[in-house]
């Protein structure tokens, strides 16, 4: 084992795990494209660690009690270095994760109420054109009413545009996941629900893919479907 590189992977690997602290609450656009590309210097470390440990395990030629015997020592340095590693990516992701679910609760709240304003806009420019239809009656002039409730039927006011506070980083990924939640397994129907807790847990997985094929479209007494976001690098 070249202990120099050892040495040196050992360093980087501390100096990575002390950096990771910074990006385990994400509060701001710039933190979480931090963070992302954090997890690519975390990501390009491992492919090092496990480049360095590779040519180790193939070298394990000897009998199979001494191949195994070597093979679980590298197998225990390897994962020293590489799985404290793998819990710092997981708890970046899990902050990513936090924040972008934050993120779409604001956009969302800030979505509806730009629709909601946008429709009252849209309700008093047809009460005002409806008035001036009536004055315009009142006055004899039915083509001009007539024009005036016209344009009321056609009234469109568009909603303002609300972007995202989630910044878009190449290599980052962010693919949604339905999943199922269940509430309550006695209001399930009987037709819906398994007995054991062995076969309870198949049926979870069963609920995940009917989330994952029909998101929340399938409405089940007694179970959530609901949308995670999952971060991919």
């Known amino acids: 084992m070249n202990q120099l590189i050892e040495s040196e992977i050992e360093n980087e690997s501390n100096q990575v795990l002390t950096e ?13 494209s931090r963070a992302a590309e954090f997890l690519k210097v975390i990501g390009d470390l491992q492919d090092v660690i496990k480049k360095f440990f590779a040519p180790m395990v193939e070298k394990t030629t000897e009998s199979k009690r001494a191949a195994a015997a070597a093979k679980k020592s ?8 590489h799985d404290p590693l793998e819990i710092k990516r997981d708890q970046i992701k899990y902050a990513m994760r ?40 009142k006055k004899g002039d039915t083509d ?4 005036l409730r016209e344009q009321a039927e056609n009234v469109f006011v568009p909603a303002k545009e609300i972007e995202s506070n989630v910044p878009k980083i190449a290599g980052i990924k962010t693919p949604a996941y339905w999943k199922a939640e269940i509430l309550d ?7 819906q629900l398994y007995a054991t807790e062995k076969q309870k847990e198949a ?31």
């Open 20 to 32: 990771s602290k910074k990006y385990l609450v994400i509060k701001t656009p710039e933190n979480y």
């Open 74 to 81: 590298i197998d225990d340095e390897f994962a020293k270095y």
């Open 98 to 137: 936090t924040y972008i679910d934050e993120q779409d609760r604001i956009t969302k709240a800030k979505r509806d109420k730009a629709e909601a304003e946008a429709r009252a806009e849209e309700d008093a420019k047809r009460k005002k054109l409806e008035t001036d239809a009536k004055k315009a009656e």
């Open 144 to 147: 001009k009413a007539e024009e």
């Open 185 to 191: 397994y006695n209001r399930i129907p009987r037709e």
């Open 203 to 233: 049926h979870r997985s069963h609920l995940n893919a009917i989330a994952r094929s029909m998101k929340d479209t399938l409405k089940i007494e007694g179970v959530r479907f609901y949308e995670e976001k999952g971060i991919r690098s």
